[in-house]
């Protein structure tokens, strides 16, 4: 019950998100003033993401799981009252939505993604594989039918154009190194620095304030400079972030903790804000609807693929780490149980003796860190990669300040 009705809330986000971006696009005709648009609109995204932990945090220690969930429901009341009186309507007569296309993409992604999941559960690697063929199988003909529509769900034709398919590869690797850490980060919050839910949101809160600045200054600074030299300059504001992530362990201070997250969480605001609007901004206005849809799905497929192979990284060195380091005399249950999980481990060792707890979440812990560590160095080659990507690939693009009224 709890993965269908999350799964209701994600296709009803997955609904909101590209229709925000659209209105953006019709109500914001100057180039500039769209530019901050996307810029505010990327960065409210992002702080939202970011303050979330802090809601919850404080909703959980005061009442319980359920109450996060409570909480939207009177703001998604005032969103579905107010944003139709409120928000201008702008629709295609003409369009069409094709479910069946909609089903091919969510199966190919779906078995996309488990298949790269199961790799890091040791189990039969067969099944795994066969599910990515079919996967990439299904991905092939959801591409077919799109070529053949003459109203396709998605676009596809767009990656002909050079910076649209440079923006999405951008956006898309972004989103992935970021994410696969970031999964990984908030657990370390709180099974190694043993923070509680509500201290891991102030910890993560200085980001969050830092990446709204960021994400609101992008735009400005395309003005004078590339887009595509800003976005890299944020990438390897990221690397550096993930580089100090390579150095936390279980007695890393939390002021190197914070300090890493609010280099690295930023970086990415560049590329959420630019990439979006070079995407839609490099299209006829007809497409606009077609390229917003590419730009947030390139975002929630890196993530996805961020959080699968990333996070799927973290773990293995995760379990390879802590089958070294368990302690003598544990029982086979709490090895089993400290081998799947981190939290399964912290959770047996406090129902073991003393020392033996202590000397099983002390190893639990190092091997979390040691699994973070790893997946740090693959975000940080991904980042670089990015960056060295937006850097040529978006070079062609002048700075925003430059165009001409009819450009």
């Known amino acids: 019950m709890m993965i269908a009705w999350r ?4 296709l009803s ?73 409120l928000l201008p309507e702008h629709k295609d007569k003409a369009a069409k939505i094709d479910l069946f296309s909609a089903l091919l993409l969510v199966a190919s992604l779906l078995a996309i993604i488990y298949g790269i999941k199961r790799f890091a559960t040791q189990e039969p690697a067969l099944p ?34 050079k910076t649209v398919s440079a923006a999405l590869i951008v956006f898309m690797l972004a989103a992935a190194a970021l994410g696969g850490v970031y999964s ?26 830092v990446l709204i600045v960021v994400s609101t200054l992008a735009p400005i600074f395309a003005r004078k400079f590339r887009p595509g030299n ?19 362990d279980e007695g890393t201070g939390l002021a190197l903790v914070i300090a890493s997250f609010a280099l690295t969480y930023p970086g990415v605001a560049p590329a959420m804000a ?9 299209v006829p206005p007809e497409k606009a609807g077609g390229a917003s849809g590419l730009a947030t799905t390139a975002n929630d497929l890196g993530i996805s693929l961020g959080v699968a192979i990333i996070g799927s990284i973290g773990i293995v060195a995760y379990r390879s780490q802590i089958t070294a380091l368990l302690p003598d005399g544990l029982p086979a249950a709490a090895e089993t149980a400290a081998t ?15 020392d033996l707890g202590t000397a099983l979440t002390t190893a639990a812990q190092q091997a979390f860190s040691s699994g973070l560590n790893t997946a740090a160095i693959v975000s940080a080659a991904i980042a670089a990669l990015t960056a060295i990507i937006a850097a040529t690939r978006l070079r062609h693009i002048r700075p925003t300040g430059e165009e001409t009224p009819g450009a």
Not at 138 to 157: E, K, N, S, Y
Request: hydrophobic share 60%.
């Open 230 to 248: 800003v976005i890299a300059i944020g990438l390897a504001t990221q690397v550096i972030g993930y580089v100090l992530f390579t150095q936390l």
């Open 274 to 282: 630019l990439t979006t609007d070079l995407v839609v901004g490099s």
């Open 184 to 209: 990984l980060f908030t657990q370390y919050l709180q099974s190694v620095q043993r923070l509680s839910p509500l201290q891991a949101g102030f910890a993560i809160l200085p980001a969050a304030a």
């Open 7 to 10: 799964a209701l809330l994600g």
């Open 128 to 161: 795994s594989v066969g599910l990515l063929v079919a996967g990439a199988l299904v991905g092939l003909w959801f591409i077919i039918r799109q070529l053949r529509a003459t109203q396709p769900l998605l676009d596809v034709r767009l990656f002909a154009n």
């Open 340 to 354: 799947t999980s981190v939290d399964g481990a912290l959770v047996v060792a406090e129902t073991l003796p003393g």
């Open 13 to 85: 986000a997955a609904m909101m998100v590209p229709s925000t971006l659209g209105l953006i696009f019709v109500m914001f005709a100057d180039a500039k003033a769209r530019g901050v648009a996307i810029g505010v609109w990327a960065g409210g995204i992002s702080a939202g993401v970011a303050l979330g932990p802090l809601l919850s945090g404080v909703l959980l220690e005061g009442f319980g799981w359920q109450a996060t969930f409570l909480v939207a429901v009177p703001v998604m009341v005032i969103v579905a009252i107010g944003a139709p009186l």
